[in-house]
């Protein structure tokens, strides 16, 4: 369990609140840092806000606005945005209980958080609304003001606990339906569709987890770096040609009988033990 809550606040269903603390459900951990540098001296670029009348700007002075037209704007204070908001900050307020597959993943943002409760009095009434939406395959939609932004969530249950995800409003959301003029409707052939169906079945796993995926770059990456800060150089084979099949039938047989070998399990599954050596020390990626 982290130290320290990234914030604080209530649950509301009705007129039922719920004080709950959130954690952050990502990790930052297994990723490699890479800082801009000035090729010449190998200095660290640095990013300043700069006006292009007087030069760079203290943050006190930096105001918000609007470009109504071209070079006009409005100054917005943070006061005034403060007042557009009609409900509290931290505050979330469960608006529909809804299937679990009632909302498309589509719609889901990276911003996920376990809710905890917030002290003694939070403990029953947390109980209670987790264990029902689990009993009953449900999931919550809620609204709030969260880090100062107001955001839908999505409320479910995870192994005993209250997970939070941020979701996309449906003006941020491309539906497929929208690119519907631009699928082609080929004829497909009993063959053909059951060869697929059978490909398909040598990759059905009754037991699956993600635990097995590694982000081969970044394993990658470390390792160049750490071969680098030896004042080494990495020799990478060349990649090995493959086979070009162009016709469908053909393709769909040469993967069945390699998916039967076992040769077509995914390679991110495999670990590189060399770089997991130099996991410890990786921080963030980040490319500014």
């Known amino acids: 369990m982290p130290v320290r809550s990234n914030c604080k606040g209530h649950l509301k269903l009705s007129l ?12 930052a951990a297994g990723n490699v840092n890479l800082h801009q540098l000035h090729s010449k001296c190998n200095s660290r670029i640095k990013h300043k806000k700069v006006c292009p009348l007087h030069g760079e700007v203290p943050k006190e002075e930096i105001v918000s606005g609007y470009e109504y037209a071209k070079g006009q704007y409005v100054v917005i204070d943070a ?13 979330i307020t469960i608006d529909a209980v809804v299937e679990s597959s009632a909302v498309d993943p589509l719609y889901y943002t990276e911003k996920s958080y376990y809710l905890m409760p917030d002290g003694a009095v939070g403990h029953k009434p947390y109980a209670l609304l987790q ?4 009993s009953e395959k449900q999931v919550a939609v809620a609204h709030g003001v969260l880090f100062g932004r107001d955001e839908l969530v999505l409320l479910r249950p995870v192994d005993g606990l209250l997970a939070l995800t941020a979701l996309k409003y449906e003006a941020e959301v491309a539906h497929a339906k929208q690119f519907a003029e631009e699928l082609a409707t080929p004829t497909l052939s ?3 569709l059951g060869l697929t169906h059978t490909l398909i079945q040598a990759f059905e796993k ?25 004042g080494k150089e990495l020799v990478t084979p060349p990649p090995a040609d493959e086979p070009k099949v162009i016709n469908l039938m053909d ?38």
Do not use: M, W
Not at 16 to 27: C, F, G, L, M, N
Not at 82 to 87: G, N, V
């Open 251 to 288: 393709a769909l047989k040469k993967s069945l009988a390699k998916a039967k070998q076992g040769e077509g399990k995914p390679a991110r599954s495999r670990e590189n033990s060399s770089s997991r050596k130099h996991a410890s020390a990786r921080p963030h990626r980040k490319t500014g």
């Open 131 to 134: 264990q029902a939406l689990e």
């Open 79 to 91: 006061d005034e945005l403060a007042r557009l908001r009609e409900r509290g900050e931290r505050e």
């Open 16 to 27: 039922v609140s719920i004080p709950v603390k959130a954690y952050s459900a990502t990790r």
């Open 190 to 192: 009993k063959e053909e």
């Open 206 to 230: 009754k037991k699956f987890s993600l635990e097995g995926f590694k982000d081969e770059y970044v394993e990658k990456l470390a390792e160049l770096v750490q071969a680098k800060v030896e």
